[in-house]
């Protein structure tokens, strides 16, 4: 199985709900149709900005085909298929591939955190990686999990030699030295989130999978590019203009504040799924104010300049 070059910018897309919280798979490919305008390297479809544990099983598989059907050539589509348990984790992984995945990322089980030892969470994802049908990424979430699972982890997945590569989003860039220092050529790392992409890439990842790429392709792209091509005052320069808005669609409001903004950019953010609530005015007014900040307003009649 050849390796994928998973190099560049991928949003993690989030999933279209209608006002009873339905599903809108046209309002998907709308969202991938209008952001293919930028160079990205391809989408994330049923991350944690998916709002993937909301979903049933034939919503996944729903959500996954839109996106598919949208997919311009040369892109990449990457699908989250982690469950709690390994049994269903590879269910909806046959199935995210038959749908169309070229990859998907796996989140690591987490409700029984007490159990999730070294052993375990290496059998898991070895287990998946065996019935797999496209290549696995591990997905790192603690934020979401509550378990940040270790360097040393990481490292005996990597000898697997369908798993190719790992979603960080805790933020460690040491902890990503140090598996790029200890893993088989070829092994990728992608930052996580738009806040520590600079730093990210700088020892040794390929890229980022980033909620602000939804809302600020450009931006992240810049930061990408400005490090390929060494112009670091430049890549400098985005990355610390991008913090406070990556965090206000992140750690602090989260989906809800995400697509709240990309509702203000012309693209389809929609309703959330209970029990998650939409943001207030408040918050939607900083929002604007951080928009504003970076130059966003770019979408004009669901047009992207």
């Known amino acids: 199985m050849s390796i994928l070059n998973l190099s560049g910018i991928f949003p993690p897309l989030p999933t279209a709900f209608d006002p009873d919280e339905n599903l809108l798979p046209g309002k998907i490919r709308f969202n991938i149709e209008k952001l293919s305008r930028f160079d990205l390297a391809g989408f994330l479809i ?18 996954i085909s839109a996106a598919r059907e949208a997919l311009p050539e040369g892109r990449l589509l990457l699908a989250g298929t982690g469950c709690q348990s390994t049994r269903e984790t ?57 378990i940040d699972m270790t360097s040393r982890m990481i490292i005996t997945m990597a000898e697997h030699p369908n798993i190719i590569g790992l979603k960080e989003s805790g933020g460690n860039v040491a902890k990503m030295g140090e598996v790029l220092g200890n893993v088989k050529p070829g092994f990728q790392v992608l930052a996580g989130g738009a806040g520590f992409l600079l730093p990210a890439l700088a020892v040794g990842a390929v890229g980022g999978i980033l909620a ?48 709240a903004a990309m509702d203000m950019l012309g693209l389809y953010g929609g309703h959330v799924r209970s029990p998650l609530l939409p943001v207030n005015d408040d918050v939607r007014e900083q929002l604007t104010s951080l928009m504003n900040g970076n130059n966003l307003m770019i979408y004009k009649e669901n047009n992207i300049q």
């Open 46 to 63: 049923l991350g944690s900005n998916g709002e993937q544990v909301m979903l049933s099983e034939k919503e996944k598989i729903e959500t």
């Open 90 to 146: 590879i269910s909806l992984t046959r199935a995210a591939a038959a749908a169309g995945a070229h990859a998907v990322l796996v989140l690591n089980p987490f409700y029984y955190k007490g159990n999730m030892n070294h052993d375990e969470l290496v059998r898991h994802y070895y287990d998946v990686a065996d019935a797999s049908p496209v290549p696995v990424l591990v997905y790192n979430m603690p934020g979401n999990t509550g």
């Open 212 to 259: 602000s790429a939804n809302i600020a392709p450009a931006h992240c792209l810049s930061i990408y590019s400005s490090f390929i091509t060494g112009d670091f005052t430049r890549a400098r320069e985005m990355q610390h203009s991008i913090i406070p808005l990556n965090a206000a669609v992140t750690a602090r409001w989260g989906v809800p504040a995400l697509k």
